[in-house]
């Protein structure tokens, strides 16, 4: 049996996608997820399902009782009114519906559930967010003398700088090595870590590019794209892999039969 790993949708108040693709109506909002989370979460193993963005979260309660594993994509901008800041120059789009789900959402999963969780990069800041923490609204602009972590005419796998790990870390134990080059897409990023989050990846400028939870269950996020890499670049799989393995671990239906055919 595989486990079933639902991901977060990406959410447009606009209709731009629908038109341009020439299958929408004007002022149609639109939900809907890049392709290569679905291909990285099928080729590590599991069951990939797109959660929708409700108006109600508790309509998702019976599917979050089905899943054995939550990833929350990337995407928007996250509203800074969600850790208590005014909006600064530099700032994006920001869909306050999905914000207003998804912060729902990451407390419902990690303070009702043992679910498996990870977070890419909107992923990784939403947890902060939802825990806490706050975010730099524009490293262009708030952090003028770090490197530039926004590329968004780059190929999608292509590493531009290398970023750190740390030992005795969920991170370390997935890549077995101090140091791997990660491609970057983002101009926000994590300022101060929610609660009981710990940094266990940062860029050479100090930008956190990944966390976890200090508690054994895995709640790993990181800020760079993997799912994009992982299909040109072998070496980043892992992370998906040891996600999608944590969901099994979790699930006892799963579990059961894991242990049989080892018995066997």
Same mark, same amino acid.
């Given at each position: 049996?595989?486990?079933?790993?639902?991901?977060?949708?990406?959410?447009?108040?606009?209709?731009?996608?629908?038109?341009?693709?020439?299958?929408?109506?004007?002022?149609?909002? !639109?939900?809907?997820?890049?392709?290569?989370?679905?291909?990285?979460?099928? *080729? @590590?193993?599991?069951? &990939?399902?797109? +959660?929708?963005?409700?108006?109600?979260?508790?309509?998702?309660?019976? +599917?979050?009782?089905?899943?054995?594993?939550?990833?929350?994509?990337?995407?928007?901008?996250?509203?800074?009114?969600?850790?208590?800041?005014?909006?600064?120059?530099?700032?994006?789009?920001?869909?306050?519906?999905?914000?207003?789900?998804?912060?729902? +959402?990451? =407390?419902?999963?990690?303070?009702?559930?043992?679910?498996?969780?990870?977070?890419?990069? *909107?992923?990784? =800041? +939403?947890?902060?967010?939802?825990?806490?923490?706050?975010?730099? =609204?524009?490293?262009?602009?708030?952090?003028?003398?770090?490197?530039?972590?926004?590329?968004?005419?780059?190929?999608?796998?292509?590493?531009?700088?290398?970023?750190?790990?740390?030992?005795?870390?969920?991170?370390?134990?997935?890549?077995?090595?101090?140091?791997?080059?990660?491609?970057?897409?983002?101009? =926000? @990023?994590?300022?101060?870590?929610?609660?009981?989050?710990?940094?266990?990846?940062?860029?050479?400028?100090?930008?956190?590019?990944?966390?976890? !939870?200090?508690?054994? *269950?895995?709640?790993?996020?990181?800020? !760079?794209? &993997?799912?994009?890499?992982?299909?040109?670049?072998?070496?980043? *799989?892992?992370?998906?892999?040891?996600?999608?393995? @944590?969901?099994?671990?979790?699930?006892?239906?799963?579990?059961?039969?894991?242990?049989?055919?080892?018995?066997?």
């Amino acid at each position: 049996m595989k486990p079933l790993i639902g991901i977060c949708a990406n959410y447009l108040s606009n209709d731009t996608a629908g038109l341009e693709a020439g299958i929408g109506a004007k002022h149609q909002e !639109w939900q809907l997820l890049a392709d290569d989370y679905i291909i990285a979460i099928e *080729r @590590a193993g599991g069951i &990939p399902v797109i +959660l929708p963005i409700t108006e109600d979260i508790e309509t998702l309660s019976p +599917l979050l009782e089905k899943l054995n594993g939550v990833l929350f994509s990337g995407g928007s901008d996250i509203d800074p009114n969600f850790y208590g800041e005014y909006p600064r120059f530099g700032l994006g789009m920001i869909e306050p519906k999905r914000d207003i789900h998804e912060v729902s +959402l990451a =407390q419902k999963v990690l303070i009702e559930t043992t679910l498996p969780v990870l977070g890419i990069c *909107r992923g990784m =800041q +939403l947890l902060a967010v939802a825990t806490g923490g706050t975010l730099y =609204q524009d490293l262009k602009s708030q952090k003028p003398d770090g490197i530039n972590h926004f590329v968004p005419k780059a190929l999608r796998h292509h590493a531009f700088h290398p970023v750190k790990i740390e030992k005795e870390s969920k991170l370390y134990n997935i890549y077995q090595v101090e140091e791997i080059g990660v491609n970057s897409f983002h101009h =926000q @990023a994590v300022k101060e870590l929610g609660k009981g989050f710990k940094p266990t990846m940062s860029a050479p400028d100090g930008i956190i590019e990944g966390m976890e !939870w200090e508690d054994p *269950r895995f709640v790993v996020a990181v800020q !760079w794209h &993997p799912e994009m890499m992982e299909g040109q670049v072998a070496s980043i *799989r892992p992370i998906f892999t040891a996600f999608v393995e @944590a969901c099994k671990a979790d699930n006892p239906i799963l579990s059961v039969v894991l242990e049989s055919e080892i018995i066997a």
